[in-house]
């Protein structure tokens, strides 16, 4: 939601950073800065910093950052909108009633109408499941699937009869117009016939609930074989599955030590029927940013636990990375025989479940064994091409790690450790030896193990632009905006060279979302290393080049392994290759 710019710039004037951030932690001068050990995640050694003259705070132990607002909503939970409202509150300001004016106003309360109708269509939902008559088949089905009284009251199950308008008929006698109902995902609209219809029919429903409990969509399953099994709430103004992690509701007063992340609804009801009580659904779409990030603010410990087929297994690659990228702690629980959560704890209960849980794989661990169910390992060919994919994998981890996944890969192909550990380092991999030395006299920021390099260099570049109104000119004449792989940074850097002078960070990261302010503000842990700002961008340029280079050149090599490639398309890619390496030199 965009606030008026010249009221949130009273609201951050108002909210000094060192007062709010005080009120939860004693601040200690050193330097430039004040320094508290994090109240974000706890630890013994201060590593949280507040900028008094930058207005921004970042922890170098979590890497949480961002403005006065991005802190409220991380100590409290918040989202944006209800951040601004809590630092309005605590310096007496009214929320401006006329945000974008009269449009936003009125997009507010069709939203709202909207969740009302929603909650009307949930009782009507449930009613119907609870009666003798209409309810019967629903009733006899989740009987069979184990859901008890408890379970039905306590996720909001209902049923849609398999009629054309019932609930059309019952909302339309509240008020509520075809339009609002059809925006709402709840009425169908036939375009050919020029009427609507009932969404949900004969099936059995399951209210979709955001974290402050409203029911915003809805998920219907079927109760015998027909197709498709389940239908939901597409996106409506209120509703995006993207953004919405079901059952997480349940645990918004808790204090959790980790969250199971599941595919879908019946597996989230099943492991709380069989005791696991913290588990959460992706609503049928694959792992988001987004999600990562609710999770985020409730949890630092993820186990993925998605069903045992391939399906599954892929979608959970997909989702490792991202929840990775958050910072999360990540673990997998792997299932047998191709079984799902609910089918695995029906059978083995909360005991099996935990000791799953208790033996789950890492994060590389998982990747290692997905990655050799590309290969024959009974083969001694396929043994060998593993045996190399999965070093050149482990040489971009950090040492400690790098001993440990040989040790696996080891054991799964046979090979010498220190066969294997020769082979990564030839490979190059993805790895940057620590405290690598930087050239020329304008980047002096030492890259340390386990931070990805191509970060480092970013964030230097945009402080050196944030610094110097001449390092921005030359990084705009050079295009070096172009070669910022991360959206973020990318962001910062487009909004400076179109601002110019009238940039501010402060106002700029205040208007972020929590994990981008995080990334934004993480530019400031990079400003030792400007020296000579003009020189700093022109060395990040050549840096960020070189790296772009060493990646086409890498992509060349991969494509020479493939065995389809025919003889005039070898030596085409041999001598792309070549040319690469000898312009380089």
């Known amino acids: 939601m965009a606030f008026p710019s010249a009221w949130l710039d009273e609201l951050l004037h108002k909210n000094d950073i060192v007062s709010v951030v005080s009120e939860y932690v004693e601040l200690k001068p050193k330097g430039r800065k004040l320094w508290a050990c994090c109240p974000l995640h706890g630890e013994k050694t201060p590593s949280f910093s507040v ?36 630092l309005a509150n605590r310096v007496g300001m009214e929320l401006p009633n006329e945000i974008n004016d009269r449009e936003m106003q009125r997009q507010r309360a069709y939203k709202k109408r909207m969740i009302e109708a929603n909650t009307e269509a949930a009782r009507y939902y449930s009613r119907c499941f609870l009666d003798p008559e209409t309810g019967r088949d629903a009733q006899k089905y989740a009987a069979k699937r184990g859901l008890n009284a408890e379970i039905v009251t306590r996720f909001g199950i209902g049923y849609a009869p398999d009629t054309w308008d019932s609930l059309l008929k019952l909302l339309k006698g509240k008020g509520y117009s075809e339009k609002e109902l059809v925006d709402a995902g709840l009425l169908v609209h036939n375009a050919e016939r020029g009427s609507v219809y009932d969404a949900f029919r004969g099936r059995l429903i399951f209210p979709i609930l955001g974290v402050n409990g409203q029911v915003l969509g809805f998920g219907a399953r079927v109760m015998g074989d027909e197709k498709p099994k389940y239908i939901n709430t597409g996106d409506t103004p209120v509703y995006n599955k993207r953004n919405n992690l079901y059952g997480l509701y349940l645990h918004r007063n808790e204090k959790l030590d980790d969250l199971i992340m599941v595919e879908g609804y019946m597996d989230v009801i099943g492991l709380y029927k069989a005791g696991v009580k913290n588990a959460v659904a992706s609503l049928g779409t694959a792992l988001t940013q987004q999600q990562a990030r609710l999770l985020k603010r409730y949890v630092e410990k993820v186990y993925i636990a998605y069903d045992g087929d391939a399906a599954g297994q892929n979608a959970m690659v997909r989702g490792l990375d991202i929840l990775k990228a958050e910072g999360l702690e990540v673990r997998v629980i792997t299932f047998p025989d191709d079984l799902d959560p609910d089918e695995y704890v029906q059978i083995y209960g909360k005991e099996g479940f935990d000791r799953l849980k208790d033996n789950a794989l890492s ?210 890619v041999l001598k792309e290759i070549t040319e690469r390496i000898r312009a380089n030199k």
């Open 363 to 572: 994060l590389n661990a998982f990747k290692l064994e997905t990655m050799a169910k590309g290969y024959d390992m009974n083969d001694e060919n396929g043994r060998e091409r593993y045996a190399k994919t999965a070093c050149a994998f482990v040489a971009g981890l950090q040492p400690i790690e790098q001993e440990r996944y040989y040790k696996l890969i080891a054991k799964k192909t046979g090979y010498a450790l220190d066969a294997l550990k020769a082979q990564g380092m030839r490979s190059g991999g993805i790895y940057t030896e620590p405290n690598q030395t930087p050239v020329r006299g304008g980047f002096r920021r030492r890259i340390d193990a386990g931070e990805d390099p191509r970060d480092v260099i970013e964030r230097t570049l945009v402080l050196a632009c944030l610094t110097d109104k001449n390092a921005l000119a030359y990084a705009s004449r050079e295009n070096a905006g172009q070669l910022l792989k991360n959206a973020v940074f990318a962001a910062m850097m487009n909004a400076m060279q179109e601002q110019g002078s009238a940039f501010s960070a402060v106002k700029y990261i205040g208007e972020l979302d929590g994990k981008d302010a995080e990334i934004a503000s993480a530019v400031l842990k990079e400003e030792d290393a400007v020296q000579n700002p003009v020189e700093t961008v022109a060395d990040c340029i050549r840096r960020m080049n070189r790296e772009d280079e060493a990646d086409r050149i890498s992509t060349l090599q991969k494509r020479l392994n493939r065995t389809d490639l025919t003889a005039e398309e070898r030596n085409a």
């Open 51 to 86: 900028s008094p003259d930058k207005q921004l705070f970042y922890c170098f132990g979590c890497h949480a950052g961002g403005t006065v607002i991005q802190f409220v909503m991380d100590m409290e939970r918040l989202t944006f909108y209800e951040a601004v409202q809590n």
